[in-house]
C-alpha cells in the first residue's frame, strides 16, 4: 500500500472530474489516498491528514501549474516526502507528469519505477537595525524590486563580506539553478543545469550598461543592503509572498542546509524539456 498526499490548485475548473479519477486509484489500484486539512474543498472520500502528523506519505502529487508546485514545498519539507508534478498549468516547467499520463504515473510510482532529484534551496533573511526580522526559504528566486514608485533603487551587495558592486536598477533577482529558468531567465540571466548547486544574481534594468549577471558558489553567502530609495521596496519570495524593505535593510542569502525532492520518472533530460517548452535553438 502506497500512501500519496494530494496538493490541489483550488481554482482548476475541472477537478471534480479529476477527483473520481482519483477516486479509482483510491478504489482499486492499491493506494491510499489524503487530503490535507487546508484543501478542504476536497472530497470527504480522500483522509484528511495534518500536515504536522503526515510523516507516512510516501509521495506528494501536486496538481497545478509551476506556482503550486512552490506552494507545495513546505508540504514536501514537512512531510519528508518527494513531490511529482501533474500540469494543468500552462508551462509546467517543473512537473514531471501531465493529466494523460496520471494513470500510468502512480503505477510507476508503485512500482519503484523512478529517480528522486534533490534540488537546492535558499535561505533568505531579512535584518533592519542588525536585528533579524523574517527568515523563509524559496525554491525558485528571491527579488528584490523597487515600489510603487517608479523610480530606480540604489543597491550594494557583497560576497563572504567582500564588496562585489553597487548598482542602480529597478531590482535584482537571486536565484537557484530551478528558479534559472524563471524570473532570471527573463531578465537575460543564464540558464543553469538544475543538477548545479550555485546561486545567480541578475540585475534588472540596470542604469549601468556594464552591469551584469553573476554566478556565484552555493557555499558563499550574500548580503544586498538598500542605500537608496524614494520610496519603500519590496522582497518577493517565490512570488507568493512579499515584505517591505526600507533604506538601510539587508537581505541575506545563501544556501540552505535542506533540498527539495522532486519526483523523475522519464528519461526526459532537462535539454529535451528546454527545447519542447522553451523552443530552445528554433529558428
Given at each position: 500500500?502506497?500512501?500519496f498526499?494530494i496538493f490541489f490548485?483550488?481554482q482548476?475548473e475541472?477537478k471534480?472530474?479529476?477527483?473520481?479519477?482519483?477516486k479509482?486509484?483510491?478504489?482499486?489500484?492499491?493506494?491510499?489516498?489524503?487530503?490535507?486539512?487546508?484543501?478542504?474543498?476536497m472530497p470527504?472520500?480522500?483522509?484528511?491528514?495534518d500536515?504536522e502528523d503526515a510523516?507516512?506519505l510516501?509521495?506528494?502529487l501536486?496538481?497545478g501549474g509551476?506556482g503550486?508546485?512552490l506552494?507545495?514545498?513546505d508540504?514536501?519539507?514537512?512531510c519528508?516526502?518527494?513531490?511529482?508534478?501533474?500540469?494543468?498549468g500552462?508551462?509546467?516547467?517543473?512537473?514531471?507528469s501531465n493529466?494523460?499520463?496520471?494513470?500510468?504515473s502512480?503505477?510507476?510510482?508503485c512500482a519503484g519505477?523512478?529517480k528522486?532529484?534533490?534540488?537546492?534551496?535558499l535561505?533568505v533573511?531579512?535584518?533592519?537595525?542588525?536585528?533579524l526580522?523574517y527568515?523563509?526559504?524559496?525554491?525558485?528566486?528571491?527579488?528584490i524590486y523597487?515600489?510603487?514608485?517608479?523610480?530606480?533603487i540604489?543597491?550594494?551587495y557583497s560576497?563572504n563580506?567582500?564588496?562585489?558592486?553597487?548598482?542602480?536598477c529597478?531590482?535584482?533577482?537571486?536565484?537557484t539553478?530551478?528558479?534559472?529558468t524563471a524570473?532570471?531567465?527573463?531578465?537575460?540571466?543564464p540558464?543553469?543545469?538544475?543538477?548545479m548547486?550555485?546561486i545567480?544574481?541578475t540585475?534588472?534594468?540596470?542604469?549601468?550598461l556594464?552591469?551584469r549577471?553573476i554566478v556565484?558558489?552555493?557555499?558563499?553567502k550574500?548580503?544586498f543592503?538598500?542605500?537608496?530609495?524614494?520610496n519603500?521596496?519590496?522582497?518577493?519570495?517565490?512570488g507568493?509572498?512579499?515584505?517591505?524593505?526600507?533604506?538601510?535593510?539587508v537581505v541575506?542569502?545563501?544556501?540552505?542546509?535542506?533540498k527539495?525532492?522532486?519526483i523523475k520518472l522519464?528519461?526526459?533530460?532537462f535539454?529535451s524539456?528546454?527545447?519542447?517548452?522553451?523552443?530552445l535553438g528554433?529558428?
Amino acid at each position: 500500500m502506497k500512501n500519496f498526499g494530494i496538493f490541489f490548485n483550488p481554482q482548476i475548473e475541472s477537478k471534480e472530474m479529476i477527483f473520481d479519477l482519483l477516486k479509482q486509484f483510491h478504489d482499486y489500484e492499491g493506494v491510499k489516498l489524503y487530503r490535507f486539512k487546508k484543501q478542504d474543498f476536497m472530497p470527504d472520500y480522500f483522509s484528511s491528514v495534518d500536515i504536522e502528523d503526515a510523516r507516512h506519505l510516501d509521495y506528494i502529487l501536486v496538481f497545478g501549474g509551476d506556482g503550486t508546485i512552490l506552494r507545495a514545498i513546505d508540504y514536501s519539507l514537512k512531510c519528508k516526502a518527494p513531490i511529482l508534478g501533474i500540469n494543468l498549468g500552462k508551462l509546467g516547467f517543473l512537473s514531471e507528469s501531465n493529466l494523460s499520463e496520471l494513470k500510468r504515473s502512480i503505477r510507476d510510482l508503485c512500482a519503484g519505477k523512478f529517480k528522486v532529484q534533490s534540488r537546492m534551496l535558499l535561505k533568505v533573511s531579512i535584518k533592519r537595525n542588525n536585528e533579524l526580522i523574517y527568515s523563509s526559504l524559496v525554491l525558485n528566486d528571491a527579488v528584490i524590486y523597487r515600489g510603487e514608485v517608479s523610480r530606480l533603487i540604489d543597491i550594494k551587495y557583497s560576497c563572504n563580506h567582500r564588496f562585489v558592486m553597487e548598482t542602480r536598477c529597478d531590482g535584482i533577482v537571486i536565484a537557484t539553478p530551478t528558479g534559472s529558468t524563471a524570473y532570471n531567465l527573463s531578465a537575460g540571466g543564464p540558464i543553469i543545469s538544475p543538477l548545479m548547486e550555485a546561486i545567480v544574481v541578475t540585475p534588472l534594468n540596470p542604469h549601468v550598461l556594464t552591469v551584469r549577471p553573476i554566478v556565484f558558489s552555493r557555499k558563499d553567502k550574500l548580503r544586498f543592503t538598500i542605500t537608496q530609495t524614494e520610496n519603500s521596496s519590496i522582497l518577493h519570495l517565490d512570488g507568493k509572498n512579499s515584505h517591505n524593505l526600507e533604506k538601510g535593510d539587508v537581505v541575506i542569502i545563501k544556501s540552505a542546509d535542506i533540498k527539495v525532492d522532486f519526483i523523475k520518472l522519464s528519461n526526459k533530460t532537462f535539454f529535451s524539456i528546454l527545447r519542447k517548452k522553451f523552443h530552445l535553438g528554433r529558428i
